[in-house]
């Protein structure tokens, strides 16, 4: 087995634990400080990916073959669906959707991290009692 395939393993492992907390502990609030954690891991990650092999790998990788394309596709279909969920809460704490749809649009799943760590800070700022000026995003 090469690194790659721990990476992968890994990676599946941290997920399933994350499902098990969500559905066991039911956290009620989001937490910013793990959402921008995870964005930064991943943006590392992400950073290392482009450095090594370049965006046109990325690119040949997802049109290679109808697997890469149906696994991008699913990418673009679980942001989409994420940001519909996530865009009644973002609304009601006066975040501007416009540039955060362009933002996820063009990182996915970091900028999906990045708007829920803002989200999630204004909630518990919210729930706080401080006052929140609208649009602020």
């Known amino acids: 087995m090469n690194n790659l395939e721990i990476l992968l393993y890994v990676v ?12 066991g502990v039911r956290p009620q609030k989001g937490s910013p400080i793990i959402a921008i ?16 092999e370049g965006i046109p790998m990325f690119f040949a990788n997802h049109a290679a073959n109808l697997t890469g394309l149906q696994v991008w596709w699913d990418i673009v279909m679980c ?12 609304r009601k704490q006066g975040m501007r959707l ?8 063009a990182t996915v799943s970091i900028g999906l991290l990045v708007m829920c760590a803002r989200l999630f800070w204004l909630e518990n700022k919210a729930n706080k009692g401080e006052t929140i000026k609208l649009n602020d995003a």
């Open 37 to 52: 954690a995870l964005a930064m891991v991943f943006s590392a990650f992400t950073a290392l990916q482009l450095t090594r």
């Open 12 to 23: 599946l492992g941290v997920a399933a634990i994350a499902y098990a907390y969500i559905i």
């Open 98 to 105: 416009l540039p955060w749809a362009v933002f996820v649009h």
């Open 79 to 90: 942001a989409v669906i994420a940001f519909f969920f996530i865009a009644p809460r973002a």
